[in-house]
C-alpha cells in the first residue's frame, strides 16, 4: 500500500470542504443582479476568480504549494478589485474575513506541502 509523504492536517481539510461549500455558493451569486450592475465586465472577472479559488482550495486538498499560493494571490484581488468597484458589502466582508483566515492557515502549513504538480 503506498504512504501519503504529505498528510494533510485536520483543519486543512475543514477548511477545504468550508471553502468548497462557499465556491459553490459563490457560483451561483455570479448570476445575481447585484452582480451584474456594478459593470459589464464584472461577471466575468467574479467568475473567473471564483473559479481560480476553487481550483487553489484542490490544489491545497493535495497539500500543493501551489494551491495556497494560488489561494493567496486571487484572494487578494478580489479583494482589491471589489474595494476598487466599491463592491465591498457585508458579503464581500465575510468573505474577506474567511479568505483571511484561509490564508493564514495555509501558509502556516505551507512547509509542509509539496512542490510540483
Known amino acids: 500500500m503506498a504512504k501519503l509523504i504529505h498528510d494533510r492536517p485536520k483543519i486543512i481539510s475543514i477548511l477545504g470542504v468550508v471553502g468548497f461549500v462557499f465556491s459553490a455558493g459563490q457560483i451561483i451569486a455570479i448570476s445575481a443582479p447585484s452582480i451584474r450592475d456594478v459593470a459589464s465586465w464584472y ?49 464581500a466582508k465575510i468573505d474577506c474575513g474567511f479568505s483571511i483566515v484561509f490564508i493564514i492557515t495555509f501558509l502556516f502549513y505551507y512547509k509542509k506541502m509539496a512542490r510540483g504538480l
Not at 478589485?81 to 466599491?86: E, K, N, P, S
Open 43 to 91: 461577471p466575468i472577472l467574479f467568475g473567473s476568480i471564483i473559479c481560480l479559488r476553487f481550483i487553489s482550495i484542490i490544489g491545497v486538498w493535495h497539500m500543493k504549494k501551489w494551491g495556497a499560493e494560488l489561494f493567496t494571490y486571487v484572494s487578494l484581488t478580489k479583494i482589491i478589485i471589489q474595494l476598487l468597484v466599491d463592491d465591498f458589502g457585508l458579503s
